[in-house]
């Protein structure tokens, strides 16, 4: 996925974590280009098209007390299956208006741009470290 040359590729955790530092409105989107995209994403379960590109914050919330790299892994491990749909698919780190929110509360983001993409070296850290910091599917009962 060389085709956006003039976009910054990060390439580990703390490159996304210094990004983040000093910029808390980015988020993260799983799909094709999203300059190729801007009519939204669309709702697969109902078929709907939703208002916006859906994205997950990069932002820790204010509770967040772990390191900001625990918060970014477990971010970009919650929808990088649908990079894996197809070759066009990636990791993207977007910037954007928040127009409303999806089935899952997430973000519906327009006006969005590129900032950087995500490579499978960074994907892969994320997946190790959310592996080894979280309980994933651990539920409260």
């Not at 210094?18 to 697969?44: A, H, K, N």
């Not at 379960?45 to 919330?61: F, H, I, T």
Request: glycine share 10%; hydrophobic share 35%.
């Amino acid at each position: 996925m060389d085709d956006k040359p003039d976009v910054r590729v990060l390439h580990r955790l703390g490159e996304l974590a210094e990004l983040v530092r000093t910029d808390d409105g980015l988020y993260v989107r799983f799909g094709p280009d999203p300059d190729e995209e801007q009519d939204g994403s669309i709702d697969y379960e109902s078929g709907l098209r939703m208002p916006g590109l859906s994205a997950n914050p990069l932002a820790p919330q204010d509770w967040w007390t772990r390191p900001l790299e625990d918060w970014l892994a477990r971010q970009v491990c919650q929808y990088v299956h649908l990079a894996e749909r197809s070759a066009r698919h990636a990791g993207w780190v977007v910037r954007g208006r928040i127009v409303g929110h999806g089935p899952d509360t997430e973000p519906l983001l327009t006006d969005t741009t590129v900032v950087a993409r995500l490579s499978g070296e960074l994907v892969a850290e994320a997946r190790r470290r959310y592996r080894q910091r979280f309980d994933h599917g651990r539920t409260g009962h």
